[in-house]
C-alpha cells in the first residue's frame, strides 16, 4: 500500500473517531509537527505541548468537518502547527521579557559556516532571539508567509514585521559571528 492510500485510510478512520487511528496519524506526522513547532518555542517541553494542542485541534476538525482533500494533508496540518504555535505566543505574551539590544556592530557572517551549520545548531541561535523576532523570522524565512500575512497573524503592523525580520537577521549574523 503507498503513503497516500495508507494515510487516507488512517484519515476515514479518523473521521470515525477511532482513537487507534488517530494514534497512527499522530505517530506518522510526530517528528515533522515538532520539528516545526519546536521552531516557534525555546524548549521541547513546549514544543510537545503545541504538538498535542494542535493534533486534538486536527482530530476534532477532521471529525466535525471532514478533511478536504483538495489540498494536502501535510499542508493543512503544517498551517494548524503554525496558527497553534502564534496562539500559544499570544497567549503567554505577558509572561515574556523584551530585551532588545541596540547600537549592535554590523557584522557579516561566512556563508562557508552558514552551510555547516546543523538544525540543532540552528535552534540554538534562533533560542537566542526574543520571542517575536523568532516567530516573525520562522514565517518570513522558513514558512515562507509575507508581511502582509504575517502582519495579519500576529496582528502588528507589516511595517513592524519587517523592523521584527530585520533585527532577527542582525542579531543571527552576530551570533552566528559570535559563535561559529
Known sequence: MDTKTYLEKIIIGCKKGNVLHQELLYKHFYGYALSICRLYTYSNDDAVSILNDSFLKVFSSIK???????????????RILINTAIDNYRKNVKHYYHL?????????????????????DILKLLDQLPEM????????????????????????????????????????????DKNF
Do not use: M
Open 100 to 120: 532588545e539590544v541596540e547600537n549592535e556592530e554590523h557584522i557579516y557572517a561566512d556563508s562557508d559556516v552558514i552551510d555547516d551549520l546543523a538544525f540543532k
Open 64 to 78: 466535525k468537518k471532514g478533511f478536504n482533500n483538495n489540498i494536502p494533508f501535510k499542508n493543512w496540518l503544517r
Open 133 to 176: 523576532h523568532r516567530i516573525v523570522f520562522n514565517l518570513h524565512e522558513i514558512q515562507g508567509f509575507n508581511h502582509k500575512e504575517i502582519s495579519e497573524k500576529l496582528k502588528i503592523a507589516e511595517s513592524t514585521s519587517r523592523v521584527f525580520l530585520t533585527r532577527a537577521k542582525k542579531k543571527l549574523r552576530i551570533l552566528i
